[in-house]
């Protein structure tokens, strides 16, 4: 694929999944309205974010990883029958362990609970609701998974329409479901549970058809033995972990969240949701594009096309993630108050969720980069320098998360005053103290730079990647747009500074003329420097 092609499909990609994260804003939006940010609500996102995991990992990370160059070199070098016949088995196995683990869970949520979120143990009420709605959101695993399958298979195929749109799905299940639970359930938060089932089912038969049209609807067939079975496998197993450090990471900062504040989880879930969309839109499209291209190149042996596509990934990362680093940043308090602070969710809630906003967004050009790293390893079937990046940037994550709670305890006035009142209990402590919760977001960023700059490293040792002609003066050209975005930014800020007391429409405008202005002055920089669209074409 060439780099103009490469281009319009990350476009294309980047467009739908904009349709999917303005349908995903609008269920949050719908969440903080309805039900605020409580233990209930914290017990519906730790037991959605459990199967959400996995369909990271199978969505973005370690199945698509393993499976899509493996299909790519036999789409490019054996025939329909054999790509047919890698279709089937390989369903056939990731359903017959997926109907495993479904299963393991159901059984034993009482025990997945007190591994996951040991904070919620010590209230009986918000666990035993953690409980049920794990058993009711998990079956979501089994659909989203062989969903991601399919869209890994239209993805290699260059059909990325289905893919991208599929998401929506979600987000209308689960608008109509918290519609349907505040209106007319009395406000319970478990229809939340179910509407995350019936997104599951809807999304993998919304794949159907696109496969059907191309011939390759999946009919399973467990076969162990098969050779590209074999393949997917002993890649996907260190990739399970390479690929998703960042959720793992998410998984440990749940458990550690469960000790906090009530609250603290729901306010590191939106947060999160504003994060998605840089990472979304852009991260995981120039990643889902990039990854097909980067195994053709690798099975047709073409090195110099395989490092201009590393390239042009990179410059896309550099141009989209500085800007989106200081929008969110400088704009954390004025789109949490805009987006959520309504009906239950109040300014408080809104502050809250704000520094944790500003913490994390600190990475999201780490997120975006991973997002080409990690392709560029396992388009090659690499898969033990991403592992060796990932285990080090978790044990960085949980190295930072302790440094940080040691300094709050015993560095400030506040935590000596919590740890004093507590009796000299440090978990104790830190679930009185209202913003510890940014100290997780915190070293999720830590985290991130650890792990792409590993990566970087690594890649660069290998001698698969040249750098092209012309990136100092595009790093000068980023970096004089982002100057005028900060300098506009904080004008309109100090212009602006109490959000709160706006009605929704005069907070909407007033953040649309920020993020507006910002970006119109990042963009009139690049072009004044020279830079023009046609060089993102590769």
């Given at each position: 694929?060439?780099?103009?092609r490469l281009?319009?499909?990350?476009?294309?990609?980047?467009?739908?999944?904009?349709?999917?994260?303005?349908?995903?804003?609008?269920?949050?939006?719908?969440?903080a309205?309805?039900?605020?940010?409580?233990?209930?609500?914290d017990?519906?996102?730790?037991a959605?974010?459990?199967?959400?995991?996995?369909r990271?990992?199978?969505?973005?990370?370690s199945?698509?990883?393993?499976?899509?160059?493996?299909?790519?070199?036999?789409?490019?070098?054996?025939?329909?029958?054999?790509?047919?016949?890698l279709?089937?088995?390989?369903?056939?196995?990731?359903?017959?362990a997926l109907?495993?683990?479904?299963?393991?869970?159901?059984?034993?949520?009482?025990?997945?609970?007190?591994?996951?979120v040991?904070?919620?143990?010590?209230?009986?009420?918000t666990?035993?609701?953690?409980?049920?709605?794990?058993?009711?959101?998990?079956?979501?695993?089994?659909?989203?998974?062989?969903?991601?399958?399919?869209?890994?298979?239209?993805?290699?195929w260059?059909?990325?329409?289905?893919?991208?749109?599929?998401?929506?799905?979600?987000n209308?299940?689960?608008?109509?479901?918290?519609?349907?639970?505040?209106?007319?359930?009395?406000?319970s938060?478990?229809?939340?549970?179910?509407?995350?089932?019936?997104?599951?089912?809807?999304?993998?038969?919304?794949?159907?058809?696109?496969?059907?049209?191309?011939?390759?609807?999946?009919?399973?067939?467990?076969?162990?033995?098969?050779?590209?079975?074999?393949?997917?496998?002993?890649?996907?197993?260190?990739?399970?972990?390479?690929?998703?450090?960042?959720?793992?990471?998410l998984?440990?900062?749940?458990?550690?969240?469960?000790?906090?504040?009530?609250?603290?989880?729901?306010?590191?879930?939106?947060?999160?949701?504003?994060?998605?969309?840089?990472?979304?839109?852009?991260?995981?499209?120039?990643?889902?594009?990039?990854?097909?291209h980067?195994?053709?190149?690798?099975?047709?042996?073409?090195p110099?096309?395989?490092?201009?596509g590393?390239?042009?990934?990179?410059?896309?990362?550099?141009?989209?993630?500085?800007?989106?680093?200081?929008?969110?940043?400088?704009?954390?308090?004025?789109?949490?108050?805009?987006?959520?602070?309504?009906?239950?969710?109040?300014?408080?809630d809104?502050?809250?969720?704000?520094?944790?906003l500003?913490?994390?967004?600190?990475?999201v050009p780490?997120?975006?980069?991973?997002?080409?790293?990690?392709p560029a390893?396992?388009?090659?079937?690499?898969?033990r320098?991403?592992?060796?990046?990932?285990v080090?940037?978790?044990?960085?994550?949980?190295?930072?998360?302790?440094?940080?709670f040691?300094?709050?305890?015993?560095?400030?006035?506040?935590?000596?005053?919590?740890?004093?009142?507590?009796?000299?209990?440090?978990?104790?402590?830190?679930?009185?103290?209202r913003?510890?919760?940014?100290?997780?977001?915190?070293?999720?960023?830590?985290?991130?730079?650890?792990?792409?700059?590993?990566?970087?490293w690594?890649?660069?040792?290998?001698?698969?990647?040249?750098?092209?002609?012309?990136?100092?003066?595009l790093?000068?050209?980023?970096?004089?747009?982002?100057?005028?975005?900060?300098?506009?930014?904080?004008?309109?800020?100090?212009?602006?500074?109490?959000?709160?007391?706006?009605?929704?429409?005069?907070?909407?405008?007033?953040?649309?003329v920020?993020?507006?202005?910002?970006?119109?002055?990042?963009?009139?920089?690049?072009?004044?420097?020279?830079?023009?669209?046609?060089?993102?074409?590769?």
């Amino acid at each position: 694929m060439s780099g103009s092609r490469l281009l319009r499909s990350a476009s294309l990609f980047s467009s739908l999944t904009f349709v999917s994260r303005v349908s995903g804003l609008v269920r949050d939006q719908v969440y903080a309205i309805v039900f605020g940010a409580s233990p209930a609500m914290d017990a519906f996102i730790a037991a959605f974010r459990i199967p959400n995991f996995m369909r990271r990992l199978s969505a973005e990370g370690s199945f698509s990883m393993a499976f899509v160059p493996v299909l790519a070199e036999y789409k490019e070098k054996y025939g329909a029958d054999a790509v047919r016949a890698l279709v089937d088995r390989v369903t056939g196995a990731l359903l017959a362990a997926l109907l495993v683990l479904v299963a393991a869970v159901l059984l034993f949520a009482p025990w997945v609970g007190r591994l996951l979120v040991p904070g919620f143990v010590e209230e009986p009420e918000t666990y035993a609701l953690f409980v049920e709605m794990l058993r009711i959101t998990f079956p979501y695993a089994l659909f989203i998974s062989l969903a991601s399958l399919a869209g890994g298979i239209l993805n290699t195929w260059q059909r990325f329409g289905v893919p991208a749109l599929s998401p929506v799905l979600l987000n209308l299940a689960l608008i109509a479901a918290a519609v349907v639970g505040g209106h007319w359930l009395g406000g319970s938060v478990k229809v939340l549970a179910w509407g995350v089932l019936v997104a599951g089912i809807l999304q993998l038969a919304f794949h159907l058809p696109a496969l059907a049209q191309l011939g390759l609807l999946p009919r399973p067939r467990l076969d162990l033995a098969h050779a590209g079975v074999r393949r997917v496998m002993t890649l996907m197993v260190p990739t399970l972990f390479g690929s998703s450090v960042v959720q793992f990471n998410l998984l440990i900062n749940t458990q550690l969240a469960s000790l906090l504040v009530g609250g603290s989880m729901t306010w590191l879930y939106y947060s999160d949701r504003l994060l998605e969309f840089p990472l979304g839109m852009f991260g995981v499209a120039i990643g889902t594009v990039i990854l097909p291209h980067l195994s053709s190149r690798h099975a047709s042996a073409d090195p110099d096309g395989f490092s201009r596509g590393l390239d042009w990934g990179f410059r896309l990362c550099v141009l989209i993630g500085v800007p989106a680093t200081l929008g969110l940043v400088l704009c954390a308090r004025p789109l949490v108050a805009t987006l959520f602070q309504y009906g239950e969710f109040g300014a408080e809630d809104a502050r809250m969720s704000a520094l944790s906003l500003v913490a994390q967004s600190l990475a999201v050009p780490a997120f975006l980069l991973v997002k080409v790293l990690a392709p560029a390893f396992y388009s090659r079937q690499d898969t033990r320098s991403p592992v060796r990046a990932a285990v080090f940037a978790v044990l960085v994550n949980v190295a930072s998360t302790l440094l940080f709670f040691a300094l709050l305890l015993y560095a400030t006035d506040t935590g000596r005053r919590a740890l004093a009142a507590a009796g000299g209990s440090a978990v104790a402590a830190l679930g009185t103290v209202r913003g510890a919760h940014a100290l997780l977001a915190l070293a999720v960023a830590v985290a991130g730079w650890t792990n792409a700059l590993q990566l970087a490293w690594m890649l660069r040792r290998a001698g698969v990647y040249r750098r092209q002609p012309g990136w100092g003066r595009l790093l000068l050209q980023v970096g004089a747009g982002a100057l005028a975005l900060a300098v506009v930014v904080l004008g309109l800020g100090w212009l602006w500074p109490d959000w709160s007391a706006w009605a929704w429409w005069e907070r909407a405008w007033r953040l649309a003329v920020m993020v507006g202005a910002g970006a119109a002055a990042y963009g009139a920089l690049l072009l004044a420097l020279g830079l023009r669209p046609r060089e993102l074409r590769g």
